[in-house]
């Protein structure tokens, strides 16, 4: 059979319109704005279709249907259709994305239904490969291969997408890492250089606060003009002050407070 008329039974013909119909009736509800896991279903002929998701949950709904992984049931019988074919479980080696829907008997793509741009053309994708799904057994091999596509097919362009989600889950991982890192270090500097100080006040027996200690203020007392002297000489001190919340740059009364007294005591 020429590869122009699989394409238009994909689907499963008449039949398949007529689902297609009804699918997209059933999943016009609106944009889903929170997340819910429910939402995350397994059988591909029963979800929700990925753009139906809003914009700031959809990576989240992504990322738990990725830690899912595609459904792909090989322990199922699978049954045979009227031209005696049958879903074969050795396509899900053949191909990683292919998943088999047990409600629909049909198959669909996990990369497409994921991150497959719904502008791209409809051919063995969007719709065939994520909302109907496919039964065509017959022509199996050339329906998938056709779908795959070449290098830049809207297939592979889903799959690009499906890789480099895991690389900026993981960028995203790394940074949030270094950023705890590098703000625990900036924390015992900062501890660091407020004992110190402190610890120096306390030895030369001189007062440590002023009366006022306002940015504006000339005489802020020893300890805070002591910091900004210490600040002005030491850039890693100066660097762990910068874009510090108030509370944590140890120059709160209360904090000051429990400074001293670990001296006195």
Same mark, same amino acid.
């Given at each position: ?43 591909? !002929?029963? *979800? #929700? ?12 709904? *992504? *990322? ?28 899900? =080696?053949?191909?990683?994305?292919? /998943?088999?829907?047990?409600? =629909?008997?049909?198959? @669909?793509?996990? @990369?497409? @239904? ?12 969007? /719709?065939?490969?994520?909302? #109907? !799904?496919? +039964?065509?057994?017959?022509?199996? $091999?050339? %329906?998938?291969? +056709? ?9 592979? *362009? ?13 960028? %995203?991982?790394? +940074?949030?890492?270094?950023?705890? /890192?590098?703000?625990?270090? +900036? ?13 120096? #006040? ?7 606060? !002023? ?18 002297? $210490?600040?002005?000489?030491? /850039? ?5 002050? %910068? ?21 006195? @005591?």
């Amino acid at each position: 059979m020429p590869v122009e008329d699989v394409e238009g039974q994909a689907g499963g013909g008449v039949n398949s319109s007529r689902e297609q119909t009804q699918d997209k009736d059933a999943s016009d509800q609106g944009i889903i704005t929170e997340f819910n896991p429910e939402h995350v279903i397994s059988d591909p !002929g029963l *979800r #929700i279709p990925i753009d139906q998701f809003g914009p700031n949950i959809r990576d989240e709904v *992504r *990322r738990a249907f990725k830690q899912k992984g595609p459904t792909q049931p090989s322990c199922h019988n699978f049954p045979k259709g009227q031209d005696k074919r049958s879903f074969q479980k050795d396509w899900f =080696k053949q191909y990683n994305w292919l /998943e088999y829907s047990l409600e =629909k008997g049909r198959a @669909y793509c996990f @990369y497409c @239904y994921l991150f497959r741009n719904g502008k791209d053309d409809d051919k063995f994708g969007y /719709e065939a490969f994520t909302r #109907i !799904g496919f +039964k065509q057994w017959k022509n199996s $091999y050339l %329906i998938l291969r +056709k779908h795959e596509g070449g290098p830049d097919s809207a297939h592979n *362009r889903a799959r690009i997408a499906y890789v480099d989600f895991d690389k900026e889950e993981a960028n %995203i991982k790394k +940074k949030v890492v270094q950023h705890e /890192e590098d703000e625990k270090v +900036k924390y015992e500097t900062r501890l660091d250089t407020a004992v110190s100080i402190v610890s120096y #006040i306390a030895l030369q027996g001189e007062p440590f606060r !002023g009366h006022d200690e306002s940015e504006t203020s000339l005489n802020k007392g020893n300890f805070l003009e002591f910091l900004d002297w $210490y600040k002005l000489r030491n /850039e890693e001190v100066r660097q762990a002050y %910068i874009g510090c919340p108030k509370n944590a740059k140890m120059t709160s009364r209360i904090t000051f407070n429990i400074l001293t007294l670990m001296f006195h @005591y």
